[in-house]
């Protein structure tokens, strides 16, 4: 997405002619507000209703960070001389915020990770031989060996084979296609449960979320209403919530992506799916999806605010 097109993105979403948007988007970048602008300037937008002049000036914000952070990541991974051109065209086909961090995840920088240092122990090529899956003779153990090396404290076969581990974890976490699939299993899949501990029943606090006492419910169905009460009972230390996912139908995809015939590190692989899940992408797709849950309540509870409101004034 070029900064040239925000105009005619938005016309499209709107179903509006683009010199409307035109003129409304230099009206706001002038300073005007929407009400003065959907009240005086209605023969310099062609009419436009105070709604989609709000949704304009909302996503034309959003659409020009977004643009801003393309031209951010392709600076930052240029700087780290890996942008090729396919990556390039990657990035500025992206119209999603999350698909374009799910992009430049494998290049953020970040804190050492148990994969990197790994690879500082010069494990990566023991990684990328296990991944190519083509060994079917012999056992891991013994390829592992040929890794050990004291000196970078690779003591056994067994160090070897639990760093090259890790860094394939790392790498099937950072895959931004299987990370999008999982995501689309846990918003149309996964339930949302909370849980009144004992201790706060009895509790002024606690008694206003009784009703939560043993609750779930599937994310895809979740109230807006009902999101920002568990939200509140959270807050308060009054309920404790998760995501609970089908663990079985996660794991399936992971190892759909990542096994490839019937080498010898097969068993390997599957348990490295399972700790790449456990413990680096969950976590991250669970802060993501409540993330996303609170941030659809809050707009539809500000929008039903100011249709109320609007109806009283």
């Known amino acids: 997405m070029l900064i040239e097109n925000i105009n005619s993105v938005i016309a499209g979403e709107l179903k509006v002619r683009r010199a409307q948007v035109d003129a409304a988007v230099q009206l706001l970048d002038d300073g005007n507000t929407v009400p003065f602008i959907a009240r005086y300037r209605k023969e310099a937008t062609g009419e436009l209703e105070d709604e989609q002049l709000r949704t304009i000036e909302e996503r034309l914000a959003y659409l020009r960070n977004f643009v801003k952070r393309q031209e951010e990541i392709i600076a930052k991974i240029h700087e780290q001389g890996k942008l090729t051109d396919e990556l390039k065209a990657a990035i500025e086909k992206t119209s999603k915020l999350q698909e374009l961090e799910d992009i430049y995840l494998p290049y953020k920088q970040k804190k050492r990770t148990r994969a990197q240092k790994a690879k500082e122990k010069g494990l990566e090529p023991l990684a990328s031989r296990i991944l190519l899956q083509q060994d079917t003779k012999g056992t891991p153990e013994a390829i592992a060996a040929e890794f050990i090396n004291p000196e970078l404290e690779v003591n056994s076969a067994g160090d070897a084979l639990a760093g090259a581990m890790d860094i394939i974890a790392e790498m099937i976490s950072e895959n931004p296609q299987l990370r999008q699939k999982l995501r689309d299993t846990m918003q149309s899949s996964s339930l949302l449960s909370a849980s009144l501990p004992e201790d706060k029943e009895n509790t002024e606090e606690g008694r206003v979320f009784l009703m939560y006492k043993e609750y779930q419910e ?16 959270e807050r308060l230390d009054c309920l404790k919530v998760k995501i609970e996912t089908d663990e079985e139908k996660i794991l399936r995809l992971i190892e759909k992506e990542c ?29 993501e999806l409540r993330s996303g849950l609170t941030e659809a309540a809050e707009k539809q509870a500000i929008s039903i605010f100011g249709t109320n409101l609007k109806q009283l004034l």
């Open 218 to 233: 599937p994310v895809r169905t979740l109230p807006p209403h009902r999101i920002l009460a568990i939200n509140r009972g």
């Open 259 to 287: 096994l490839r015939g019937n080498s010898i590190f097969k068993e390997l692989i599957k348990e490295t799916c399972a700790d790449s899940w456990k413990r680096l992408i969950e976590p991250s797709l669970e802060r």
